[in-house]
């Protein structure tokens, strides 16, 4: 073998050193994670962003070349996702298909659920369905990735081949993987919303922001994603940057909550706060109310609180012990019911959460109930629920 030939086999016609195309392999797999996050995720999905049509049209193509996956199906098993959140409809929930299958094979279940074509038209609608999607991108969505193998190839040589390896587990593992699994089983939680989402970590620069995914179920059309201030959220980042370059207008974000002093009763401006932070209603609740009631109980016991009631079954107080297996829910009702005043604060946020998640469109009505539970948890005598009230009765949205 000459060695002209050799050398182009090992390194194509750009002949990088290793620096060059560790920054190139970084380059590429970012535009993946943004061309998903931005464009089929925030964008398509959710309709949080819209961005200019060549820069849509450049993450579409983008996708296309590096992942095969096609805009339509991508965005209907991802509604599908929130919509059938944690049931035996979801096409990727831990809960019912297990955190192995969902963690090493969540490409083969987004590939059956692909087959789902009553559920693809149904939740894709809205996605492009323009003569290149539909003669090329739909038509041929292998042809990206064997086509990019051809390129890396050429220009890189062998390196090239390793990176192209390695973009086509990124969006696998990465996404179906550790968003859509480890997203619904470990990490922390900012709101109590009705599902198990949690936020994998504060930050994550390699996955755009996709690693908050409780702050994202708790507000889905919103194009930001960070919600404490600690939070770092990659794309939202790049969607400020296109902004500026007027190539991104941005449609929705989560609506910021204000806290109203010395609010005799709920008024208009309360519900329409709650309807919109009805999760962080729910998770003041627990911090604020439940949480303190739970130590005052282990001091009267002369306990801790981890061995007054360990950590799973606290977190079932949340939502009733939903999320438990029927053993531990019996387990956590039994001993909610030899605790008076526990059991009191959990039907009191039960009811509260029945007036938030009431399909009724009469506001009027709505307006009434909670007008008459934040009465009755004033006069309960119990001070954490008073205080509580007190301050639900000033949620507002911030102009």
Known sequence: MSEPLLQFLIGGLFGLGVWDLLLLLLVFTQLTIFS??????????????????????????????????????????????????????DPHSPRTKGIGNVFWRGVELYREARWQRADIEQYGKGAPDDWIERHLYTRY???????????????????????????????????AGVVNGLGHWWGY??????????????????????????????FPSSARFSMRRWELDIGWMAIKVLEKLRLATVLRVAPSLDIRPNIAVPDADTLKALLSHRFQAMTDYQRNVLKPALRDEATQAGAKLRALLPRKLRRGLVDDGRWLKPDAREQLRQWVSQRPRIGTLVEYRAR????????????????????????????????????????????????
């Open 36 to 89: 998903v996050t931005l464009y089929l995720h925030r964008s398509q999905a959710h309709r949080g962003v819209d961005f200019h049509p060549l820069l849509s049209h450049f993450f579409r193509f983008w996708t296309w070349l590096t992942t095969s996956m096609i805009t339509r199906e991508w965005v209907a098993i991802h509604r599908k996702h929130h919509a059938k959140v944690e049931t035996e409809d």
């Open 141 to 175: 969505a292998t042809l990206g990735p064997t086509l990019l193998l051809f390129v890396h190839a050429t220009l890189f040589g062998l390196p090239g081949i390793a990176i192209w390896a390695i973009q086509m587990a990124w969006i696998p593992f990465w996404a």
């Open 189 to 218: 939680r900012n709101f109590e919303s009705a599902d198990t989402s949690t936020n994998l970590t504060p930050w994550a620069l390699w996955i755009g922001g996709e690693e908050l995914h409780n702050n994202h179920h708790a």
């Open 352 to 399: 509260l959460a029945a007036v938030l998640e009431a399909r009724s469109h009469d506001a009027s009505e709505r307006l009434k109930a909670l007008q008459a539970w934040c009465a009755e948890a004033e006069a309960s005598g119990n001070r954490a629920l008073q205080e509580y009230s007190q301050r639900l009765k000033g949620y507002a949205l911030a102009p």
